[in-house]
């Protein structure tokens, strides 16, 4: 079974974690609504005060932002604003312990939820560890985890309407002149020159820079059409890359284009994070055929 699930509710993403704790309700609910137990496991400091809440994170650097009290049940819920999003802890009596329902309605949209789903999975078992007075230490692998999660919700794919290929990645919050210098291979091109190899694919040779924009903008010809990506940063969505084919009559399909970006695209994610790796052949292939299925 899943340990996370993405769902649509009302039009808006909405992520769902269950985590079931040996301890009875009564003392979860202290660790889930008291700021004094949420500095255990929580990632933010949290202050409380008539129905309204700030949250702070260890770097005064950065603004954690703000909300308020939604819904305070207790001992069974507690909801509330954090920025755009919404946060609501249930929990249900059962043998022995307890179950946790976490849901967070995410306001920026669902595009950072792999990283969310690792992020709260983390925190809950911080919480467990706490819980049972045991020493916790967060796992150093984000990039399997997240990864896992993108391909479970389908935050992975690509996109096809009227001949124009899209796909948009979250890339958690790495900086914007980090992820352009891994784009361009750490040499920024000017426009008419030859963009660079980094910013093409297995199935796309780049051409000709058209528009170039340091760090968010970089637009080429290519034999088998235009390509653009886009890059773009925000404190609380974090740093998304979008990246837009328009397919001509060339020398690629659609499906392998899909497949060949969803490949570089994945490559790129894992460069930030830390891996560098090869050029998955076999994999490109499955990928071009499982698109074949919904775009031929």
């Not at 005064?60 to 919404?86: H, I, K, Q, T, Y």
Request: charged fraction near 25%; hydrophobic fraction near 45%; charge should be negative.
């Amino acid at each position: 079974m899943r340990d996370a699930r993405l769902e649509t509710i009302d039009g808006k993403p909405v992520l769902r974690l269950e985590r079931r704790f040996a301890h009875p309700v009564s003392k979860v609910w202290r660790a889930v609504s008291e700021p004094a137990e949420l500095a255990h496991w929580f990632p933010a400091e949290v202050e409380l005060e008539n129905g309204r809440m700030r949250f702070a994170f260890p770097d005064p650097a950065m603004d954690a932002g703000e909300g308020r009290v939604l819904e305070l049940d207790p001992p069974r819920v507690f909801a509330f604003e954090w920025n755009e999003d919404v946060l609501r802890f249930e929990l249900l009596p059962e043998p022995g312990g307890c179950l946790l329902v976490l849901t967070q309605v995410i306001g920026a949209g669902p595009l950072g939820a792999g990283r969310n789903a690792v992020g709260w999975r983390t925190c809950l078992e911080a919480l467990d560890a706490r819980l049972g007075d045991r020493p916790f230490t967060a796992p150093a692998d984000l990039l399997g985890p997240i990864e896992r999660h993108v391909r479970e919700f389908g935050l992975d794919r690509g996109e096809v309407a009227d001949g124009r290929i899209r796909f948009s990645r979250d890339l958690v919050w790495r900086p914007l002149a980090e992820v352009w210098a891994v784009l361009t291979g750490g040499a920024t091109p000017a426009v008419s020159d030859t963009a660079p190899e980094s910013a093409g694919c297995s199935r796309v040779r780049p051409g000709p820079v058209v528009v170039v924009e340091e760090p968010t903008l970089l637009e080429f010809d290519s034999s088998s059409g235009r390509v653009r990506w886009e890059l773009s940063s925000d404190p609380v969505g974090g740093t998304v890359v979008t990246l837009t084919h328009v397919v001509g009559d060339g020398e690629v399909s659609v499906p392998a284009a899909l497949a060949a970006w969803h490949v570089r695209l994945d490559l790129l994610f894992a460069a930030l994070l830390g891996e560098e790796r090869p050029w998955p052949g076999e994999g490109e292939n499955g990928l071009a055929a499982d698109y074949a299925v919904i775009h031929n």
